[in-house]
Each structure stands twice: as structure tokens, then as C-alpha cells.
């Protein structure tokens, strides 16, 4: 099978899967780069030697060869391009097509009833609801925002980010972490509003007025860092915070292994948070605002981590409080978390589910998995979402 995969750009959310791939279809699979990457996220240290992939080509290097491989594997799969025409030519031919999109609608799905909104999303999406095409949702929200605009009926399936993988012996990633009864926390992102860093600092200051034994690890920078910097100072909270600055996603990894918890705060406009795969991966107890679009996929409340509605911070504060608490009752869902991941949503599995999907769509045949990657994904409204979550109805 010819499987190719295109995209604005590669990066290194999206190298472990395209590795797997790779390892599995060798030159039958192909990654398409429609664009440079922006010198913005450059800076931010995604840039890549393209040269050292080889699986990857470059649409504004070689457009007429990249159009032919649009046009003649098995399977195409389509990220974000900004290049419709590209998606619109394959699905000229009818040939069996993927796509993965995060939500439509980050600031409210009350925006589908824009007319212009709707005649694009047509275009793009609604025209081909009786095609063989799949929708595969980067995140919990972006099933219920496809099926308001009804498309992809019966086609929509559980996909995301799929960060590298560290596996770890029996007891070998518990002993990476402070047994000395200091609770170390990590929080990893750009200091930015809809990221919500100062939550942190307001956390700080109740743990210390509980009298609890803790550092927090702040890893990123931003617009926010100088401000978060100097409250810290002010509130007298320096001995329990260390600030890293922009860190590479590898001494991220290196610092979330001896943490015992990892918040993320971000708020509904984050469409995946792949620092929770992350923060899973290295046996951290997750806490999470529901609506970041990993959280219904990754977490089990209460089994593999924890999560809270959007935008309440006491209700994160309060969970928080409860692992300190209680901290040997919970610690135990550092270890499912790591399991999670080892287990069902690592670049490994999606690439074998993927592929076995991808076999089965072009013999005319959508064959969901059981769970993880490529299972069914549900459709639940934003509003209902944490409910499910915190009654286990996913």
C-alpha cells in the first residue's frame, strides 16, 4: 500500500508517527510539506534538517512530482495545508481520502451559523459526507463541532499528537522521582493568557499557607514570563519555584520524569495540549481543564488523572490540594497514566491502526479499533464534555 500524509509542515509532534510509518512502508509512505515553516516557530526551536527525513518532500520544491503522489497512493491522509486545491483534486478521483482536523469552532460553535462560515466549510468538508473519506478528530471537541455542520456522518474517529515514547522498567520511573515527601510540580508551555501561568503562582501561595512541602518547575517563555517572574518575587514564593526558560521538548521530557505532578492550565482554545502525552509518558499525575482537546481522549478521571471545568480555578486548586492530602492514595495514577500511553496512544499503535484503517478503507470498509487511535469518536458537546468525563461516559 502507498500511504502519503500532507501537511503545512513537519515537526516534532509529528516525526514519531511518520518514523512509524516509515519503519512499517518504507518509500510507500511519503510526508508532503506544503510550506516553509514560519520563522516564528523556528525561533521557538521546531525547525528541522528535512534532509535527515527521508520520507519527507516539498510541495514548493518539486509541486509536480508531490501532485503525482496526491494523485496515485492508495491513501492520502490531509493535515492543514492552506492548499485546498491539493485536497480538492484527490477528492476529484474518489479514491479512498483521510483527514485530520482539530475543532472548527475553539470559540464557541454558536459561529456555525455564519453563512460565509458554512458555504467554506461546504467546500470543504459537507460535499463529501456520501464519499470515502474519514474524518479523524484531533481532539474530543472536534466530533460534535462536524456533526453540527453534518459532515462525515458515520466517519468520524478518535486521532491526536503522538509524542516520542520512553519506556521505563518496573519501579525504574517511580524511583526517578523525590521520596523525601516534597511534591515537585511541572508546568511546561509559553507563558501566554489562554495558557493561564499564573494560576500556578496562585496555587503556590495556598499550598504554602497549607504548610505543604513543594517546587514547581516552570518550563517556556512568553509575554507573561517577566510578570509571573516578578509576582513570584513579590509573594516571597522564590525558594519554591524554578523558572527553565525556552527548553527543548528532550530536557522537558528529562524534568517531567522527576516530577510527581503535571498541571495544564490552557483553556478551551488549546486544541490538543501535547505536553499532557508528555507528562503521562513520565508517570506524572495529571491536572487538566477538561476542555483542552487531549484531555477526554487521554484521561480517565480519577483512574489515570485528574481533570476540572473550564476556567474554574478553585476546582483545580481543590484537586490539587486533594493529591497533597492524600498523596499515597493517588500516586498510583502516575503509573496509569505511563501505561496509558505505553500501551494505547503512542506513535507505534496510531501507525498500525492506521495503516490496518487505511487497508480496509480502500477495500470500501471503515473498520474502527476497540479503543485509542482510530476507535469511534464520540459526539458530545463542549458543554456536556466534563460531565461525561467525571462519569465515564466516554
Not at 509532534?13 to 514560519?38: S, V
Request: aromatic share 12%; net charge neutral; proline share 4%.
Amino acid at each position: 500500500m502507498t500511504f502519503t500524509f500532507v501537511s503545512n509542515y513537519i515537526n516534532h509532534h509529528q516525526i514519531p508517527l511518520c518514523d512509524a510509518l516509515f519503519r512499517e512502508l518504507g518509500d510507500d509512505f511519503t510526508f508532503i510539506q506544503t510550506m516553509p515553516m514560519e520563522q516564528e516557530r523556528v525561533d521557538m526551536g521546531w525547525g528541522l534538517d528535512l534532509h535527515e527525513l527521508p520520507y519527507v518532500k516539498c510541495l514548493y520544491e518539486a509541486e509536480g512530482e508531490c501532485r503525482r503522489k496526491i494523485g496515485q497512493s492508495d491513501v492520502v491522509l490531509f493535515g492543514w495545508t492552506e492548499r485546498e486545491d491539493l485536497a480538492e483534486a484527490r477528492l476529484a478521483t474518489r479514491k479512498p481520502t483521510m483527514r485530520v482536523s482539530e475543532r472548527l469552532y475553539r470559540e464557541g460553535q454558536w459561529r456555525a451559523i455564519s453563512p460565509r462560515g458554512l458555504r467554506a466549510k461546504y467546500r470543504e468538508h459537507i460535499r463529501y459526507r456520501r464519499q470515502n473519506v474519514c474524518m479523524l478528530c484531533a481532539g474530543a471537541y472536534a466530533a460534535s463541532d462536524f456533526h453540527l455542520i453534518g459532515a462525515y456522518p458515520g466517519k468520524l474517529f478518535k486521532w491526536g499528537y503522538f509524542t516520542a515514547l520512553r519506556t521505563y522498567g518496573e519501579g525504574e520511573l517511580e524511583a526517578m522521582k523525590p521520596q523525601d515527601g516534597e511534591l515537585h510540580i511541572v508546568w511546561a508551555g509559553r507563558f501566554i493568557p489562554l495558557k493561564h501561568p499564573e494560576y500556578v503562582v496562585r496555587l503556590a501561595k495556598r499550598l504554602r499557607s497549607e504548610g505543604y512541602s513543594f517546587r514547581i518547575h516552570m518550563l517556556g517563555d512568553g509575554e507573561m514570563e517577566p510578570t509571573i517572574r516578578q509576582e513570584v518575587d513579590d509573594l516571597n514564593l522564590k525558594e519554591h519555584f524554578q523558572f527553565y526558560g525556552y527548553t527543548a521538548p528532550g530536557r522537558v521530557r528529562d524534568v517531567m520524569e522527576k516530577c510527581h505532578i503535571h498541571l495544564f492550565t490552557s483553556n478551551y482554545l488549546e486544541g490538543w495540549g501535547a505536553v499532557i502525552n508528555e507528562g503521562m509518558n513520565s508517570g506524572c499525575v495529571e491536572v487538566v481543564n477538561a476542555q483542552v482537546g487531549a484531555a477526554p481522549y487521554l484521561i480517565c478521571h480519577g483512574r489515570n488523572g485528574l481533570v476540572y471545568p473550564n476556567g474554574r480555578y478553585e476546582k483545580m486548586e481543590e484537586l490539587v490540594l486533594e493529591l497533597f492530602a492524600h498523596w499515597d492514595s493517588y500516586r498510583r495514577m502516575g503509573r496509569a497514566a505511563y501505561e496509558t500511553i505505553r500501551l494505547v496512544w503512542n506513535a507505534d499503535r496510531a501507525a498500525g491502526e492506521l495503516l490496518r484503517f487505511a487497508g480496509g478503507l480502500a477495500d470500501g470498509e471503515i473498520q474502527p479499533a476497540g479503543e485509542g487511535p482510530l476507535s469511534v469518536a464520540p459526539v458530545i458537546s463542549p458543554r456536556g464534555m466534563y460531565r461525561a468525563m467525571t462519569e465515564h461516559k466516554l
